[in-house]
Every structure is written in C-alpha cells, then in structure tokens.
C-alpha cells in the first residue's frame, strides 16, 4: 500500500507542480503515467497477485479467495496498462485527460463508499478522506485536460 501513495504522490508532486508552471501537457503526462499507470499497475498487484495479504491489511480475509478483490485489481490493471500506453505514445492530452477521469470517478465512488460505511470506525474514517482528496485531485486533472481546447 505504501508503493501506491509513494507512486500517487510523486505523480501529483510533478502534475501539481507543472500545472503551478502552465504546462497542462507536462501536467497530464504526469498524472496519466504516475497516478493512474503506476498506481494502477501496483493496485493490480496488491489486489489480485498478493490478495491475500491485502485482504488482511482491509480485514477482508475470509480463509478463501475473494474474487470481487481480483475484480478490482483487473480494473485497476486496464486503466493502469491504458494509463502507461497513453503516456508513452503520447496520445492527445484530452485522450489521456478521459483516462484519468475514469480512474477518478472510479476512486469516487470507492472513497464514498468506504466514507460513509457506518461499520466504519471514526479514525478509519478519518483516514479515507485521503481517498476523497486523491480522487478530487483525479477529477480536477482529468476535466482541465478534457476542457482544454
């Protein structure tokens, strides 16, 4: 888990800092190789290649294989290998830009999930207003790429 925030912050540390400069393309480069390639190639991993750890890390090990965690961690293997082909063919900036919305809206809907689970203790809470940030930071990214004309 730590490898996915490490990758998510250096993708936003570059994107933010490059939007900071005016460069919207550098900034979109960023997002679509880092956030949404990088974190969703290591998710892939963390869900379905090393699930069971990560079932324990979310207490989710029920002694058998959960298969909607290797559902998500297929999902985040196809943004995350569409993320990195978009980077490195260097496809529009509003091509790349509805890449990362997808993954923004995705991480949406999770952290509001996770946000308002009332099984969810207050200090768990607490932590997943990260998630609500990282996929604001997501959707900002993707709509100024998508309205840039």
């Known amino acids: 888990m730590q490898l996915t925030w490490l990758l998510g912050f250096v993708g936003f540390w570059g ?3 490059a939007l900071q400069r005016g ?3 550098s900034a979109t480069a960023w997002i679509s190789s880092w956030v949404v390639g990088g974190v969703g190639v290591v998710s892939f991993l963390r869900h379905a290649v090393f699930h069971r750890s990560d079932a324990k890390r979310m207490n989710w090990d029920y002694g058998k294989r959960n298969d909607f965690q290797l559902e998500a961690g297929f999902a985040n293997l196809a943004w995350g290998l569409v993320g990195l082909i ?6 529009a900036m ?3 830009g509805a890449v990362i919305l997808v993954f923004g809206i995705y991480m949406a809907q ?6 308002f689970d009332p099984s969810q203790r207050n200090a ?8 609500v940030v990282f ?3 997501l959707l ?3 709509s100024l790429a998508l309205l840039h004309a």
């Open 124 to 131: 768990k809470r607490a932590a997943q207003l990260v998630n």
């Open 94 to 96: 509003q091509t790349q």
């Open 23 to 25: 460069d919207l393309v």
């Open 140 to 142: 900002l990214f993707g």
């Open 110 to 115: 999770a952290a509001g999930l996770h946000l």
């Open 15 to 17: 994107g933010f800092g």
């Open 86 to 91: 978009a980077w490195a063919q260097a496809w």
């Open 135 to 137: 996929a604001a930071c």
